[in-house]
């Protein structure tokens, strides 16, 4: 436990989530902490590359815990820490590791610095949780079109963002990545990307449920093809370019299907 005798205003305590690390100087590190009093903080932790240190560990990606701070002139300084999960579990797989990077990527361009937000960090411990434990590829995705609702980026999708008019059951439907939004048959031009009604049902009650409600649906392997496909589109016309993390699930995802080569 911490000693929380002789605390000043300099010194302070966020619970989070290590969403980002690079090297600072010749052995320190720079993390970002999604923490729930604070939003995302940025810090330095002195040494942490150093194989004699203390703070090495606790400042690893998707790591949860309890984090002690300093105020630095420029940056904080992670002082301590009592870690309580490693998200990435213990097996540390491929797909499960680069779907956390993809969501805390998304965490990290989306979300305002140090501006706290309880309920994207709830949703987040929650995704994170079941990703650890029971990884589907499809969760990421799930979790990541549920911020963009949060931060305000959310589909409507009951009617045509052009005539206003509700959709028909069995209609063509189509995303309009230049209106944001989806239209009707009539209303769409060459460039929309056609849209299921079973997808387009599944987007809005992601937005109308947390990630344990939403995440309990079975989805068909085209369905889940197709929804993944359109949060893509959806989050690149967004942030008005491809992730990095989405390159990395990419080239593991071309890697595990290269057929093993035969011992000798």
């Known amino acids: 436990m911490f000693n929380l ?13 290590v969403i980002k690390k690079k090297n600072f100087f010749e052995s320190d590190r720079i993390i970002d902490i999604f923490s729930l009093e604070k939003g995302i903080i940025p810090c330095v932790v002195k040494g942490a590359r150093k194989p004699s240190s203390k703070l090495s560990g606790v400042s690893e ?3 949860y815990g ?5 105020k630095g002139k420029n940056l904080d300084i992670l002082t301590s820490a009592k870690p309580e999960t490693h998200f990435a579990g213990e097996g540390r797989d491929l797909d499960r590791i680069s779907g956390l ?23 987040t411990l929650s995704a994170a949780g079941k990703i650890s434990k029971e ?25 045509c963002t052009k005539c206003q008019n509700f959709f028909n059951k069995g ?8 209106s944001g939004g989806f239209r009707c048959d009539a209303c769409s031009d060459k460039s929309a990307v056609e849209i299921s ?30 929804t993944i496909k359109i949060i893509k589109l959806y989050l690149n016309n967004v942030y008005q370019k491809e992730m990095n993390s989405a390159k990395f699930i990419r080239s593991v995802n071309q890697l595990q299907k290269r057929p093993k080569q035969a011992k000798i």
């Open 171 to 178: 209609g063509k439907k189509f995303l309009d990545l230049f």
């Open 66 to 70: 309890t984090f002690y701070l300093s």
């Open 135 to 159: 990884y589907r590829g499809i969760l990421p995705y799930l979790y990541i079109y549920k911020i963009l609702v949060m931060l305000g980026y959310g589909l409507g999708t009951e009617n």
């Open 197 to 226: 009604d079973n997808c387009l049902k599944m987007l809005g009650f992601i937005s109308k449920n947390n990630f344990e409600r939403y995440t309990r649906v079975t989805l068909d392997k085209s369905l889940e093809v197709e």
């Open 5 to 17: 005798a002789g605390l000043s205003k300099k010194n302070f305590y966020v619970s989070g989530i």
């Open 101 to 123: 990077f993809l969501m805390f990527e998304v965490l990290g361009k989306l979300l305002p610095h140090e501006v706290p937000n309880p309920k994207i960090f709830d949703e």
């Open 61 to 63: 990606l998707f790591t």
